[in-house]
């Protein structure tokens, strides 16, 4: 077989082989297969794009390029939920301990962000003592007795999907919704999952802005995963404004302990209940959506998935006392009050350049080698559709900086005021 014959094969628009598709991966992988061969297939396929077939093939095969978790020694059936991505997205910290007091098994790899703000490994290690490095035995333990472990992704997950990654990053290759949704499903698959839940944002604050894009992606993804077996669904949620009201690790810690208390914003706590009904679905927890709903306000009311958030807190090094005492979590020195220049009705806050302002202020990181600091970020005090008055508090800035100017220019030029109250956009897209 000749990488220039599938070239031509997918530049032509003909359908690929699982063969011919394993061994353009395995090639690049192990570098048998150059740059400009494979520069040239992303683009065919950003051009000609791909059947559902395709796509399966291409995901597991990135998947199998390097390790696989092997989740068969937890019981019962394993959900992963994953979210492409957002501004104040403190789901999965609240998610895994309410769908694990359910009784559905959490094996949760996460990652660490570049962006806006950290990951949700950087925000768990806002917890004092809090580590995410334990061994596969420990992982594959702690679940089975606990139900719930978030830990790092392996090293080797993926190889081939980051060497593709940063190729498509150099080559106009990156919004291609194929090689999007491939990328994303083959570390899903890499971590061992036997359903997944899919979080698509939309909105100015999401990788796809626009709903139809968003629609795509989703479908995509629920495709792969269906073809290659695994049990899949999408939720497609609004990220136009930030989710909750914190952004910046510490902050969104506390956000999700006031979440899992029942006193968290509305919108975080209704996309929690949303998402989290799928997973107790797609575990067989739950015959229906509003079982399931059911099920997460009776842990959430009770106490159970609270405390089982400091379990799991106790179980990986940190200070349990967190959830009763948040202000044991890292604290700014400097708190300043971002007011309103006008009266009104707030009817645009721009996620993007709020997360700007954020990193501005040190709560995320421009490079990989940057260093986060935890206590940092903004608290929204408005939503759209709320009235402010002039000088009216719009944010408050958590800040280890005397002068935060650039943040508090960010957010007062990218809040938008109006004087005609306008409707709060709707938190959940149907596919």
Known sequence: MRMVDVIQKKRDGEEL???????????????????????????????????????????????ESGDQIDLSAIEGVKVDKHSTGGVGDTTTLILAPLVAACGVPVAKMSGRGLGHTGGTLDKLEAIEGFHVEISTEQFIEQVNDLKIAVIGQSGNLTPADKKLYALRDVTATVDSIPLIAS??????????????????????GAFMKTLEDSKQLADAMVAIGNEVGRNTSAVISDMSQ???????????????????????PEDLTELCLVLGSKMLLAANKAETEEDARSQLQSVMENGEALNLFGELIRAQGGNPEVIKNPELLPQAEYQIEVPAKTSGYVSEIDADE???????????????????DLAVGIV???????????????AILHTNKKNAEDSIKLLQDHISITKEKIQTPSLIHTL
């Not at 709020?354 to 986060?372: F, P, S, W």
């Open 354 to 372: 709020v997360g700007v302002a954020a990193m501005l202020l040190g709560a995320g990181r421009a490079t990989k080698e940057d260093v986060i």
């Open 183 to 204: 990328s994303i499903m083959s570390k899903k698959l890499a971590a061992g999952a036997d359903a997944i839940v899919l979080d698509v944002k939309t909105g100015a």
């Open 242 to 264: 930030p989710l909750g009201l914190a952004i910046g690790n510490a902050l969104e810690v506390k956000e999700a302990i006031e979440t899992l208390q029942g006193n968290g």
């Open 380 to 394: 929204l005090q408005k939503k759209i559709g709320d009235s402010v008055k002039e000088g009216e508090t719009l």
């Open 17 to 63: 082989t699982k063969e011919e598709i394993e061994f353009f991966v395995n090639g690049y992988t192990d570098g048998s297969i150059p740059d400009y061969q494979a520069s040239a297939f992303l683009m065919a396929i950003y051009f000609q794009k791909m059947t559902t077939e395709e796509q399966g093939y291409l995901t597991l095969a990135m998947a």
